[in-house]
């Protein structure tokens, strides 16, 4: 290796690093919101078995398949710091996604204004909604998602250049971390390398080896008002504005294979061709698994998140496209396509954590009341206490997403926010599930009676409520927001 090959991939893993704080600075990073309360409580569990001794089977059962807990849990004990782990975790993570991308890009383009074009626009859209599947590229926070989504595209790029050791040993590492997301890489890497004629056979025969045997079962009634609070699951039910989200960027890809072909870009014609093909076939999937009623059941397996990878590869292609054809050596042109989608991105994540800091750091106050509520129950009630919450309580006024259990780390009953999610995996969860909704709806009416009723069938001795909540109990904490009340 030359001295000057050395310099140029120093440059590259500077400016990587340089994207990678910038990426934390445009989407913000938060600590125990939305899907994390799953997988902190989860962490925190492994490190320490005790906590967590009612309901934990709602955060546990969906991480036994996965090395991703046990992890991170390894990283916070090394650091004695859990929030330490989670930050360090999301920033390699955000860094080898971009690396992965650039990766890609080398396989692509020639130039590099095409390819900072291409990793330069994957950092500023890592937050963008991807159609009706309620995910981002990359979250605010750190989801065993992302050091998948490194595994999946570092195998994709083994897989162009026919390294299927490689791109086998990257798969793994994905499947380890985050199984579901794994199986849509592996439907792609076989894509990429299965001859043309038998495209259709082999990932249709790989789904059927996947496909988990209990969940053709006949649904529940429990099952069904578990999968009604996942509208995501049934492509049926999105808007058409998601619709388009999903039609637009397959369109663009052939487009996209036109132009390679016109300008003799071999990889990227190869790449986008098995794009659209791989694209094709797991619509088709999604919904023979989603449409009829006879099947929706297998809807837990969400399988319209083939979106997912679909659009890290979209926005690497087109980034690169536009560095290409468009923005080549013209600064103002850069800065006039990128500013304002970086402007816009930043100030979509301030409304969503609109009562939050941008940036929580590891051991920084939290801003946000219902966050703060939780933790003030950490502190101040015992480890075996179970709480009762608004079963829908991430939807209240300056709430935004964070868990209860992940910050609280106390026992709750089933919620109505994340829980659904493993009572639809896991079908056995789901009459435990319903019963436990239904004996909090109403919470913030009830009468003296209704909470004792809940601390005789569940031994629920404390509620975290909304402020404006008025009922006939002591409530030792109280914010502009929320309010955490003792059921004696």
């Known amino acids: 290796m030359s001295l000057s090959d050395v310099s140029s991939r120093s440059i590259v893993v500077i400016v990587l690093l340089l994207l990678t704080i910038a990426a934390f600075v445009v989407h913000g990073y938060h600590v125990g919101v939305e899907d994390q309360d799953v997988y902190l409580s989860a962490i925190r569990k492994n490190l320490d078995p005790s906590k967590y001794p009612f309901n934990a089977d709602f955060f546990t059962e969906q991480m036994k398949g996965s090395l991703f807990v046990p992890a991170v849990a390894a990283t916070a004990r090394v650091l004695h710091s859990v929030q ?22 080398e396989a692509c383009f020639e130039s590099n204004g095409a390819r900072w074009a291409s990793v330069i626009l994957v950092t500023i859209m890592l937050t963008m909604p991807i159609a009706g599947t309620a995910l981002y590229p990359v979250d605010q926070y750190l989801h065993p998602r992302a050091p998948a989504s490194v595994g999946v595209l570092f195998a994709l790029v083994a897989s162009l250049h026919k390294q299927w050791v490689h791109a086998t040993a990257w798969l793994t590492f994905a499947a380890l971390m985050h199984p579901l997301m794994a199986v849509y890489g592996i439907s792609l890497a076989i894509f990429m390398a299965w001859p043309l004629y038998r495209w259709e056979a082999a990932p249709l025969g790989a789904a059927w080896l996947i496909l988990p045997l209990h969940l ?37 890809m052939w487009w996209f294979g036109r132009i390679a072909r016109r300008h003799e870009m071999a990889t990227l014609q190869r790449l986008s061709g098995r794009l659209m ?7 088709v999937v999604g919904a023979w698994m989603t449409f009829p009623p006879a099947s929706q059941q297998l809807a837990a397996l969400q ?8 659009y890290f590869v ?16 013209r600064v103002w042109l850069w800065l006039l396509v990128f500013l304002p989608m970086t402007a816009g991105m930043f100030y979509m994540q301030r409304q969503l954590f609109l009562h939050s800091d941008h940036v929580e750091w590891p051991r920084h106050q939290r801003k946000n009341p219902w966050a703060n509520a939780f933790t003030w129950a950490r502190k101040n009630t015992p480890e075996t ?36 999610g493993a009572a639809t995996v896991f079908p056995d969860l789901a009459p435990e599930w319903r019963r436990q909704v239904a004996a ?17 069938d569940y031994n629920v001795t404390w509620t975290v409520l909304p402020a404006t909540a008025q009922v006939p109990l002591e409530c030792p904490y109280r914010n502009s927001a929320a309010q955490v009340c003792r059921i004696d």
């Open 84 to 105: 330490w782990a989670l930050l360090v975790w999301q920033a390699a993570s955000i860094f080898l996604i971009l690396l992965g991308c650039w990766k890609l890009t």
């Open 303 to 310: 399988p319209m998140r083939w979106l997912h990878i679909f």
């Open 385 to 420: 206490a179970v709480f009762a919450i608004v079963p829908n309580y991430m939807d209240l006024y300056a709430e935004e997403g964070y868990g209860f259990r992940a910050l609280a780390q106390r026992s709750l009953l089933a919620e109505d926010e994340k829980d659904p």
């Open 216 to 252: 053709w079962q006949q649904p529940s009634e429990a099952w069904r008002e578990a999968a009604l609070a996942r509208p995501y699951y049934f492509p049926l039910q999105w808007t058409w504005y998601e619709w388009l989200g999903m039609a637009a960027p397959v369109l663009l």
């Open 440 to 456: 909090q709806r109403g919470i913030e009416h009830f009468s003296y009676e209704q909470f004792h009723q809940l601390n005789r």
């Open 277 to 283: 093909g791989f694209a094709i076939f797991q619509f």
């Open 314 to 329: 979209f926005l690497v292609i087109a980034g690169g496209l536009a560095g290409h054809f468009l923005l080549r050596r």
